[in-house]
């Protein structure tokens, strides 16, 4: 089991930044490559981020290539989503995911464990 608990979450104005911080224990961190995933009411929750367990393997949606940043430090059991340049439409809850492999798929069913989620809002 691995449980994730997110933070970071807030209301920030068109053109700032937040950092989201997801923090796990349990079973070892470092064999479980990362996600960051959102959904609004409107939308299906998608993967915006994800990232592979020694961190040589990255994956971006193309709505966020250039703005948003993941990365992890395995001795804090911990993965980051730098967000800068946020937009309106960025809006949504975000959700941390662990997969049980070291590897990142794309797709929401290949993600074993789930943080409870952190609502990030981009006013304009």
């Known amino acids: 089991q691995v449980q994730l608990v997110e933070s970071g979450g807030g209301l920030v104005q068109a053109g700032g930044s937040l950092r989201l911080s997801c923090a796990a224990s349990?079973?070892?961190?470092?064999?479980?490559?990362m996600g960051w995933f959102r959904q609004t009411p409107r939308k299906e929750r998608e993967l915006v981020a994800a990232?592979?367990?020694?961190?040589?393997?990255?994956y971006y949606a193309d709505s966020v290539k250039g703005r948003f940043t993941i990365s992890r430090q395995n001795a804090k059991n911990t993965v980051y989503l730098q967000m800068n340049n946020l937009k309106p439409e960025d809006t949504a809850n975000y959700y941390c995911?662990?997969?049980?492999?070291?590897?990142?798929?794309?797709?929401?069913?290949?993600?074993?464990?789930w943080g409870q989620g952190t609502q990030v809002t981009v006013s304009s």
């Open positions: 995911a662990a997969r049980s492999d070291l590897d990142i798929v794309l797709s929401t069913t290949g993600y074993d464990y």
């Open positions: 349990g079973r070892t961190f470092s064999s479980n490559a």
């Open positions: 990232i592979s367990w020694s961190g040589s393997n990255i």
